[in-house]
């Protein structure tokens, strides 16, 4: 064509060598109007038309698709072919504009599949086996191999060089590589260890104290764990560090459907005594005692029938008040709604301290999530402490301003 259009500017008259610069210039010109035309049309069709109806299906995977991008890389590749197939009409230049041709549309063609990774990602992530089968750090080694790949081909053909060449002076960088994707190298491993042992899902609740990290697992890569902490924040972890250190996943808890409450409760030591007569008769009208005390009282009519006189039984088959109030929490955990039955369930005296005695609650709450979990533990401990009284006990506490005010040697009596 270049030479049609030479012959065709020399016959009207125009030097031999400024025809050869316009001819090329035409048609270079009327290359890059063509390419540009079928990029505008390309575009419209993918940008817009393609738009109007992935819209309108009730199909999700095409809109992942339209929101990744994928179809947007391709309105690029059109003008490249233009190009490609008027690199003939250029004498001088045609070996440069194939070459140059083909690498961008190997270029595009990279990212077009980098996004059809992603959006293959996305579509994975809408059914449930993706939060204990992710597979994202595989699709971005997947895309490393793959842009590794794309651009030795494409820089060979730029330099008219077999990839082959290019591929084996990569493999003698091996050691260099090694260094420069290390953390590449580590977070692989560590993504096939995860995986393959079920280490971490999205979703879970973990603990990684060396990295202030206490949250949800929101996503996991190649090099890195995202997590949401509860404040919102959020905080990264290098995947590599879950293998190399220790962490807490509360995702036992959470299948178990039990989340453990053990809260103290310090007893002032002085209080605690033995039941008098008129206290037992008192504490029967409490729904969970009576029955023990019944019991409790026919065990000791037995063993003082069988003791001599000489025998002082009473002694050691008198009820206390810290003994009696440790049944009704006991009792009251048993029938209380939000406990799990089928769990371990005690409530426990344990060493003496400066600050009296902690009588311990161990049981699990039915609730797991945080919010439900703090409303079934606030209601035990807010109805433990107002029965205390009713057993003769006092709570344990620091004086206070208030407690000095009502002291009797304040008022020096």
């Not at 035309?37 to 109806?53: G, Q």
């Not at 003939?88 to 230049?93: D, E, N, R, V």
């Not at 293959?120 to 993706?130: F, L």
């Not at 250190?245 to 178990?256: H, V």
């Amino acid at each position: 064509m270049v030479e049609y259009l030479n012959n065709w500017l020399i016959s009207i008259g125009t030097g031999s060598e400024l025809s050869y610069y316009i001819a090329n210039g035409m048609v270079l010109a009327g290359a890059i109007l063509c390419s540009f035309i079928t990029a505008l049309i390309s575009k419209r069709i993918i940008i817009v038309v393609l738009p109007f109806y992935i819209k309108k299906s009730r199909n999700i995977w095409d809109d992942i698709l339209l929101e990744k991008k994928v179809f947007e890389r391709l309105h690029h590749i059109p003008p490249a072919l233009i190009l490609y197939k008027f690199a003939s009409a250029f004498t001088g230049l045609r070996i440069w504009v194939e070459r140059i041709s083909i690498a961008y549309m190997i270029i595009i063609g990279l990212m077009f599949f980098s996004a059809l990774l992603d959006a293959m990602d996305n579509i994975y992530r809408t059914y449930e086996i993706s939060k204990s089968r992710p597979i994202k750090g595989y699709i971005q080694i997947f895309k490393v191999v793959l842009f590794i790949v794309g651009i030795v081909i494409a820089t060979g053909i730029l330099i008219d060089k077999s990839p082959w060449i290019l591929l084996s002076g990569v493999g003698a960088m091996a050691a260099a590589l090694l260094i420069i994707f290390k953390e590449t190298f580590m977070g692989l491993v560590a993504s096939l260890q995860i995986s393959a042992t079920d280490m971490v899902r999205i979703g879970d609740w973990i603990e990684a104290p060396r990295y202030e990290a206490n949250g949800t697992v929101v996503d996991i890569t190649l090099h890195i764990i995202k997590i949401q902490n509860w404040d919102k924040s959020i905080t990264t972890i290098p995947t590599y560090a879950l293998i190399s250190e220790s962490f807490k996943n509360w995702r036992g808890m959470q299948e178990a459907g039990g989340r453990l409450i053990k809260r103290s409760i310090y007893i002032d030591i002085t209080s605690v005594r033995f039941c008098s007569d008129e206290m037992l008769e008192k504490l029967k009208g409490i729904k969970y005692l009576k029955e023990h005390i019944e019991i409790k009282a026919t065990e000791m009519e037995k063993s003082e029938m069988k003791a001599s006189p000489e025998d002082n039984v009473e002694d050691f088959r008198l009820m206390t008040n810290l003994g009696l109030f440790r049944v009704y929490i006991t009792s009251f955990l048993k029938n209380h709604p939000g406990i799990r039955q089928d769990m371990t369930l005690m409530v426990r005296p344990l060493m003496p301290v400066e600050s009296g005695i902690p009588l311990e609650i161990y049981a699990f709450s039915a609730e797991t999530s945080w919010e439900s979990y703090e409303a079934v533990q606030s209601d035990i401990i807010e109805h433990i402490l107002s029965v205390v009284p009713e057993f003769g006990l006092r709570i344990f506490q620091k004086p206070s301003g208030y407690d000095v005010k009502n002291s009797k040697h304040y008022y020096g009596e």
